[in-house]
T-cell receptor
């Protein structure tokens, strides 16, 4: 079945790197996504990775995918106060199908 | 950058009333979705829509819910006889899955429904 798991909270000092982890269960996942949700706001697509890739970098964001372990991570370099949000991992298992979200990781930035 | 737009941003309705949430997906997209997020909980899939019909729906999407694409631009979610537990943020999303968007799904800002 489809299930996406994330830790619920992460606290990081401003300027440090944040690493948000996610595990998924469906081995037929084709794309994996990271969405950001600021308080009271919608879901902003941050980045995504195709399942045949190991890594994708986009400015301060680095996505690592370990397909064997079904583990996805999002690293945010030089974390800023504006990065404070809930980060959702999501997977897509078939071409014309839905995406399934994890419960989200709330990132808290310490001064 | 093109975006998914939703109206209303916030609606308060009395229990038992019908609600219609509206969405304008990105214009060249072919796949449309509704998700909901109860306060403090995960984002849950409700329904996907392609080629003028429902392609998949979750257990949440029972007879109380319906979707429609009444014209070439709007995509609506109707909730009949609302219940208190329908209070949530409802997100519309769209994708083309064939173009340069890389199989990404774009979400609107959400419609916050409060049932009293």
């Amino acid at each position: 079945g489809e299930d996406v798991e994330q830790s619920l909270f992460l606290s990081v000092r401003e300027g440090d790197s944040s690493v948000i982890n996610c595990t998924y269960t469906d081995s037929s996942s084709t794309y994996l996504y990271w969405y950001k949700q600021e308080p009271g706001a919608g879901l902003q697509l941050l980045t995504y990775i195709f399942s045949n890739m190991d890594m994708k970098q986009d400015q301060r964001l680095t996505v690592l995918l370990n397909k064997k372990d079904k583990h996805l991570s999002l690293r945010i370099a030089d974390t800023q106060t504006g990065d404070s949000a809930i980060y959702f991992c999501a997977e897509k298992v078939r071409r014309d199908d839905k995406i399934i979200f994890g419960k989200g990781t709330r990132l808290h930035i310490l001064p | 950058e093109p975006e998914v737009t939703q109206t209303p941003s916030h609606q308060v309705t009395q229990m038992g009333q019908e609600v219609i949430l509206r969405c304008v997906p990105i214009s060249n997209h072919l796949y449309f979705y509704w998700y909901r997020q109860i306060l403090g909980q995960k984002v849950e899939f409700l329904v996907s829509f392609y080629n003028n019909e429902i392609s998949e729906k979750s257990e949440i999407f029972d007879d109380q819910f319906s979707v429609e694409r009444p014209d070439g631009s709007n995509f609506t979610l109707k909730i009949r006889s609302t219940k208190l537990e329908d209070s949530a943020m409802y997100f519309c999303a769209s994708s083309d899955f064939q173009g340069n968007s890389g199989n990404t799904i774009y979400f609107g800002e959400g419609s916050w429904l409060t049932v009293v």
